[in-house]
Nanobody, 122 residues
């Protein structure tokens, strides 16, 4: 399976960050897989943001829940992240990843995209 993130690299403060993960080699609707968004701010560790299961259930990090929306387009085998009201603290490398069971720990995710840098700045 291959995962590829896409989206703008620069977002202005207070705007919405939108990223898409395109998955190839396997359907995002089969098995008990979980497809997540994980980010790494500069100088910090990996932070699990949320995930969508193969059945379509969605889970969010509690601290980000009010600003985060995860959805999917099964016809394109893609899932997306929207993060509202961004601030410079949302600057990070954003990854999409796949786990074989539910987890909010990045260590449990086995397949990763290459990551995409998103900078929040005016």
């Amino acid at each position: 399976v291959q995962l590829q993130e896409s989206g703008p690299g620069l977002v202005k403060p207070s705007q919405t960050l939108s990223l898409t993960c395109t998955v190839s080699g396997e359907s995002i609707t089969i098995n008990d897989d979980y497809w997540a968004w994980i980010r790494q701010p500069p100088g910090k560790g990996l932070e699990w943001m949320g995930a969508i299961s193969a059945s379509g259930s969605i889970y969010y990090r509690p601290s980000l829940k009010s600003r985060t929306s995860i959805s999917r387009d099964t016809s394109k085998n893609q899932f997306t992240l929207q993060l509202n009201s961004v601030t410079p603290e949302d600057t990070a490398v954003y990854y999409c990843a796949r786990a074989f069971q539910w987890s909010d720990s990045p260590d449990e995710y086995h397949d990763w995209g290459q990551g995409t840098q998103v900078t929040v700045s005016s």
